[in-house]
């Protein structure tokens, strides 16, 4: 009994160093920083050891690699003999009874160091990588330093078969967006975050990827106050208007003057006050259609009033940014009660298909059909997608093919695409339709 508890010790001390190895690896550094900030034992030798793995695996390597050869050597020797004396004690021929034994001892001593010394130890590390990583990092520190030099050598010599492969410099750790995607959806499944938090947490990344022209209100659409015009064009377009604040123009959106804010304006009126559309305009901050729309918020911040005017890099007036469009391009849309039938950017059909509205975002588009844009890009809509493909404007009926899907143009308003339909190409009905354009994407 004495040699078999030296055996599956010599196992178990095997699953030591085995979960040390998975825990330290599969550890997040991050969490292991944090843990390390909040005083946990452990944590500030874990993050050390993860910090130079090239060293530390040898380490590792050399204590399986011994205790392995202990093991194997001391089991074949030892229990293989006794176990052979025993089964021929029971009247087997000497001449099997010994390979027999052995046989026996190095299924049994391979069958505990795969489940005992590996697999086991393996899946624990993998469920508790941190707390295992700051539980055996003090001892692991200590083996490290004495097998030092062994460990010096075999990394050195790794490092030249890299070198040798032409794989020198070894990969800095980073988290990408798409490593927080899929981090955000996992903690999701997990029932960890809301549903709700998710798609928050993806339009903050979203803004974070948009400048400042996909998110500002297009000049088309602003409602805004002509100081030419008169008393009655104002109080006109003050009791039409939904907006709090409206820029003022010269005589055109070209020569912006700033921004009043309605409120202001309407108490004059109510107090029997003339309008000075000049007197009252504030001066708004004027930001180019490239900026980031990240960068765009701290101006407004810091701006007089909360709205910022955007230019192209002619100068032209494009339209207006406030904290409002930001906020929508995280949470979504609002309905407001002026506009209570607004459409829904996106909505499912039974079949599969999508009905998209042209202005709704390129990049919440391709979340929602899970395609993948390029990172350069010239539009920032659904519409702009479906104008780079054909290269034109399409009519209505006709249809473009990209990403794997059919985009259909289901309304045009003027010359604006009103509204798509999109279907993947497997499911779609191209016949009936001509394709616009067989050029790639464009941006």
């Known amino acids: 009994m004495l040699d078999f508890a030296l055996v599956l010790l010599l196992v178990l001390l095997n699953g ?21 900030a909040a005083g946990r034992p452990g944590a500030s030798a874990a993050l050390a050891l ?25 089991s074949g020797a030892a229990l293989g003999g006794h176990l052979g004396a025993w089964l021929a004690g029971l009247g087997l021929p000497p001449g099997g009874a010994e390979p027999l034994g052995f ?31 700051c539980a055996v990092a003090p001892a692991m520190t200590i083996i490290s330093r004495i097998a030092a030099p062994a460990g010096w050598l075999l990394d050195a010599s790794t490092d030249l078969v890299f070198r040798l492969l032409g794989r020198a410099e070894a990969p800095q750790e980073r988290v990408t967006e798409d490593d927080l995607r899929a981090l955000v959806a996992e903690a999701e499944l997990a029932g960890t975050i809301e549903a709700t938090e998710r798609r ?13 022209r996909g998110v500002m209100t297009p000049r088309g659409e602003v409602d805004w106050l002509d100081a030419t015009a008169g008393e009655a064009a104002a109080r006109a377009m003050l009791m039409r208007t939904a907006h709090s604040r409206l820029p003022v123009g010269e005589g055109s959106t070209e020569a912006m ?4 804010q309605a409120r202001e304006l309407l108490s004059a009126l109510l107090a029997g006050q003339p309008l000075d559309l000049r007197v009252a305009a504030r001066q ?6 490239t900026a980031d729309a990240l960068d765009v918020l701290a101006t407004l911040r810091a701006a007089e009033v909360p709205v910022a005017l955007v230019h192209d890099e002619h100068g032209h007036f494009e339209g207006i940014v406030t904290p409002t469009d930001l906020t929508e391009a995280i949470i979504g849309a609002l309905r407001s009660d002026a506009e209570p039938d607004e459409e829904l950017p996106a909505v499912r059909r039974e079949d599969g298909s999508w009905l998209l ?22 539009y920032q809509t659904a519409a702009g997608f479906v104008l780079a493909v054909a290269g034109r404007l399409p009519r209505v009926g006709e249809a473009v093919e990209a990403r794997g899907w059919h985009f259909e143009v289901v309304d045009l308003d003027g010359r604006r695409i009103d509204k798509l339909l999109a279907s993947p190409v497997r499911a779609a009905v191209a016949p009936a339709a001509r394709r616009a354009g067989s050029g790639p994407p464009a941006g």
Do not use: C
């Open 257 to 260: 003057l700033g921004v009043v």
């Open 357 to 378: 509205a042209g202005w709704m975002p390129v990049d919440e588009m391709a979340e929602v059909l899970g395609i993948a844009l390029p990172e350069e890009r010239g």
């Open 16 to 36: 030591v160093f085995a979960l040390s190895e998975l825990a330290v690896v599969s550890a997040r550094r991050s969490r292991l920083r944090a843990m390390a």
């Open 50 to 74: 993860a910090e130079e793995p090239g060293r530390f695996l040898s380490t590792v390597q050399i204590g399986i690699t011994l205790v392995g050869v202990l093991a194997g050597a001391f």
């Open 200 to 212: 928050m947490i993806a339009g903050v990344l979203r803004l974070g990827n948009r400048p400042v």
């Open 284 to 289: 708004a901050p004027v930001v180019p259609d």
């Open 103 to 133: 046989g026996l001892v190095v299924a049994l001593v391979t069958y505990l160091s795969i489940v005992v010394g590996e697999l086991a130890p393996k899946r624990l590390a993998l469920r508790h990588a941190e707390a295992l990583a």
